[in-house]
C-alpha cells in the first residue's frame, strides 16, 4: 500500500487559483508515474494531468486544463503539486492523486494502483 494523501481543495471564485498537494510516503517513488484525476457529479473519473517522478521536464495535462494547470513534484518533500490557474466552474470536481508503480503514466484510472481519498474544489461565478 502507498498512502497518498491530498490537501489544498476548497471553495475559489472563477479565475481563482489553487494549488493542490499530494503526499506520498512509504518507499521511494524513482520509478511512479504519477497523476491526478478529477471526478464531477454524475460524471467518469478523467485524467487532469501525470508525470513520471523521474522525469521532471516531460508534464502532461488534459487539453481541458492546457495552459491553466500545471503539475511538479518536489523530490525532497514526496509531494506532488497541481497549481490551477484561472479556474473555470466546470472545474469543480473532487480531486484524486493516483500512483502507478511501474510508470505507465496512463490516461485511464485503471493505470494506478494507488488513490488517495480526494479533495474538494468548488468554483463559484
Known amino acids: 500500500q502507498v498512502p497518498l494523501v491530498e490537501s489544498g481543495g476548497g471553495l475559489v471564485q472563477a479565475g481563482g487559483s489553487l494549488r493542490l498537494s499530494c503526499a506520498a510516503s512509504?518507499?521511494?517513488?524513482?520509478?511512479?508515474?504519477m497523476a491526478w484525476f478529477r471526478q464531477a457529479p454524475g460524471k467518469e473519473r478523467e485524467f487532469v494531468a501525470g508525470?513520471?517522478?523521474?522525469?521532471?521536464?516531460?508534464?502532461y495535462v488534459a487539453d481541458s486544463v492546457k495552459g491553466r494547470f500545471t503539475i511538479s513534484r518536489n523530490n525532497a518533500k514526496n509531494t506532488v503539486y497541481l497549481q490551477m490557474d484561472s479556474l473555470e466552474r466546470e472545474d469543480t470536481a473532487v480531486y484524486y492523486c493516483a500512483a502507478d508503480p511501474i510508470g505507465r503514466l496512463g490516461r485511464g484510472p485503471s493505470s494506478y494502483d494507488y488513490w488517495g481519498q480526494g479533495t474538494q474544489v468548488t468554483v463559484s461565478s
Open positions: 508525470m513520471r517522478w523521474s522525469d521532471i521536464t516531460r508534464t
Open positions: 512509504g518507499r521511494a517513488f524513482v520509478n511512479y508515474a
